[in-house]
């Protein structure tokens, strides 16, 4: 099992996309302590309860995908998840890149969902397990970003595939978020949509990539001067 290193540069581009996203959330847990040991530990834990929330998500997806692959013909399943996870991927890059409008879910997240009521407790809290529970929280929020990397996940239509994508993401949207708590800000808005804006191509591409290795299983490897694809055979 290999990670894309173009998924993992996605996932750096777009950690300014969750820096903007869930910095508030890893701020809320200050709570004014400004001593370093504690300010770490509370963030470490924050990004682990984030990032335990992701995996689990992936395995969601790579456990449907799996079912369907098993289901159906194998080539014939794993091309249609790609083709599936292609156009979706493609969706969530033109909504991260800011060129198309995110799906409206207030009511399952506005001020008096309740999910906030959920994360108003937790801010609150003082307990040591607080901090994992409100990255845990935050994983849950609707956001491209998460999406494209589940729809990813999704087309592997494998159960430790997915939940090896959904890791990545967890950990390349960490650096991001620990430079928001250690100096309140980030860079310029004006750098920071530019990035966020080609992270979004980044995804693009990859929808693009998986969209076509779906319908055309072939075309890649002969673009790149390979022989047709071998029979794949589910594991």
């Known amino acids: 099992m290999t990670i894309d290193p173009a998924l993992v540069a996605a996932g750096f581009l777009s950690s300014l ?100 009521r959920a994360v108003r407790t937790v801010s609150e809290a003082r307990g040591p397990a607080a901090p994992f529970a409100m990255g845990a929280l935050t994983g849950c929020l609707p956001c491209p970003l998460v999406a494209s990397f589940l729809f990813h996940g999704l087309a592997t239509g494998s159960l430790f595939a997915s939940m090896a994508t959904m890791a990545v993401l967890g950990f390349t949207s960490a650096p991001a978020l620990l430079l928001v708590v250690a100096t309140g800000a980030l860079v310029s808005p004006l750098l920071r949509r530019r990035l966020i804006k080609v992270a979004g191509v980044v995804v693009v591409v990859l929808g693009l990539v998986t969209l076509v290795r779906g319908l055309f299983p072939d075309a890649l490897h002969a673009a790149f001067g390979h022989g047709p694809a071998a029979p794949a055979t589910p594991r």
């Open 17 to 116: 996309h969750c820096a903007g996203m869930c910095g508030g959330f890893a701020l809320a847990l200050d709570h004014g302590d400004r001593r370093f040991l504690p300010r770490t530990g509370t963030q470490l834990a924050f990004l682990a309860g984030k990032a335990v929330t992701y995996v689990l998500l992936g395995a969601l997806v790579g456990v449907l995908g799996a079912t369907v692959v098993r289901a159906g013909g194998f080539a014939a399943a794993r091309a249609v998840l790609a083709v599936v996870a292609g156009t979706l991927m493609v969706v969530a890059g033109l909504q991260i890149a800011g060129w198309l409008g995110e799906l409206p879910v207030s009511r399952w997240f506005g001020p008096a969902s309740l999910y906030a």
